[in-house]
């Protein structure tokens, strides 16, 4: 055989070589449709929508259907348990949130699975600050100086709305609290539409929730906001302070969403899965509809997100524990 050919045979071996030594799940990913699950959230909620947004992209890009799936209960546990017991061949995916992986299991340690090793997490899509509104007919609380006087004036009385216990808004408040040295009186609804419309009516005196879930309410003159829990001033409500900006120096909670698999999925799945969904939420017309979210976009690493995922865990679990929060409190 003369030189020449026999190097263009040997070298063409070594890329067959290579390419059979792919993992073959990484290779062939995706070979069915896919199932994204979307814990505790309804359909046409944020939640839903970034779903809807990334799945659509995935299946233009990769030919496979990606079928979204609505878990509602338990603050999103119940969708949590079915990414968790899904087989680990990426075809299972969530998109979660504080919720399910660092809040809700700080409250709930029986919960039924461990969020830092039952996931393979894959990238964070969004984060946004939550907003603290007040009726917009409140003459006594125009600020957070004013919901804090107010509420040492009445330990214990002056109440705060959430989406439920177990929720992000729920330890916002249990944390501003041990930071304010105030005892507040915390109402738990069953979403956010629910809690925002006794706000609005005057039955309680605060809502902490998510920005997006209120702001149709501010612009329409029913509740008005008196501070946001990032450390920036949020795009929807540029003239709402933080809490740092009120006095809270290094405040900084926002609520997340990001894309998980089940733990074990194999590391090529995961790493295929991270550039196609970052690459999804970088599209102009994908940031178009999220940034109106009031939030910021936040692809990461699979190791970065874990890394978050981790300290927030850890962050919450103390919180519940100076706090004494229960599943019933």
Do not use: C
């Amino acid at each position: 055989m003369p030189f020449p050919r026999a190097r263009l045979l040997i070298a063409a071996l070594g890329t067959a070589t290579l390419v059979h030594n792919l993992p073959a799940t990484a290779q062939s990913y995706p070979s069915r449709p896919i199932r994204f699950i979307v814990p505790g959230a309804g359909s046409g909620s944020g939640s839903d929508l970034y779903a809807r947004l990334i799945g659509k992209k995935m299946n233009e890009a990769w030919g496979q259907p990606v079928v979204i799936d609505n878990r509602v209960g338990a603050n999103g546990a119940i969708g949590a348990m079915a990414v968790v017991k899904a087989q680990p061949d990426g075809h299972t995916l969530m998109l979660g949130h504080p919720n399910q992986l660092t809040v809700g299991p700080a409250i709930r340690p029986d919960i039924g699975y461990d969020p830092t090793r039952d996931f393979s997490p894959v990238t964070m899509v969004m984060a946004a600050p939550s907003l603290w509104a007040v009726p917009a007919n409140n003459s006594v609380i125009n600020s957070v100086a004013d919901f804090v006087a107010l509420a040492k004036k009445r330990p214990g009385e002056v109440s705060f709305g959430t989406t439920g216990i177990g929720s992000v808004g729920h330890l916002i408040g249990q944390l501003f609290s041990q930071r304010a040295q105030i005892k507040l009186h915390h109402v738990p609804y069953k979403g956010a539409s629910p809690a925002i419309i006794d706000l609005a009516a005057g039955r309680i005196n605060l809502v902490s929730a998510a920005l997006a879930a209120q702001i149709s309410f501010v612009r329409d003159g029913k509740i008005k906001g008196i501070a946001t829990t990032g450390l920036r001033r949020a795009r929807l409500t540029p003239n709402v302070p933080t809490l740092d900006e009120s006095g809270f120096k290094g405040f900084d909670v926002t609520a997340w969403h990001g894309v998980l698999l089940p733990a074990k999925v194999d590391a090529g799945i995961v790493a295929k899965l991270n550039r196609e969904v970052t690459r999804i939420i970088a599209l102009p017309d994908v940031q178009e509809v999220l940034l109106q979210e009031g939030g910021e976009i936040v692809p990461t690493t699979p190791e970065k997100f874990a890394t978050v995922i981790r300290d927030e865990y850890a962050k919450w679990q103390k919180v519940v524990k100076i706090a004494g929060v229960t599943p019933d409190t």
